[in-house]
Nanobody, 121 residues
Framework: QVQLVESGGGLVQAGGSLRLSCVVSGRTGSLGWFRQAPGKEREFVAAIGANGGSTKYGDSVAGRFTISRDNGKNTVYLQMNSLKPEDTAAYYC?????????????????WGQGTQVTVSS
């Protein structure tokens, strides 16, 4: 059974950086990061295929965030640069058995507990 544990969230000033990590136990395909702000729906942030060769990004984070995975360490990362107050949200790691990179939230079957990111202006 796949389990995901996120870490790395915190409070940062606008323009700063954070790196989120998600340790994965069990075999997975594509891995993704999603976020949810209070009163808003959960939205796609970034995803990476099973072999790490393909990545996708949400429009609001493209060029600022980078997703990567180290299969040897069973970990997926989200490097977040040039953070903005509107990036404030709970960030969730998610896994799907589909190998090709996936952006559709509905194909992700396993979710972590989330880590809070707060960006102050």
């Amino acid at each position: 059974q796949v389990q995901l544990v996120e870490s790395g969230g915190g409070l940062v000033q606008a323009g700063g950086s954070l790196r989120l990590s998600c340790v994965v136990s069990g075999r997975t395909g594509s891995l993704g990061w999603f976020r949810q702000a209070p009163g808003k729906e959960r939205e796609f942030v970034a995803a990476i295929g099973a072999n790490g060769g393909s990545t996708k990004y949400g429009d609001s984070v493209a060029g600022r965030f980078t997703i990567s995975r180290d299969n040897g360490k069973n970990t997926v990362y989200l490097q977040m640069n040039s953070l903005k107050p509107e990036d404030t949200a709970a960030y969730y790691c998610a896994a799907t058995p589909i190998s090709l990179v996936q952006t559709n939230i509905h194909v992700y079957r396993v979710w972590g507990q989330g880590t809070q990111v707060t960006v102050s202006s």
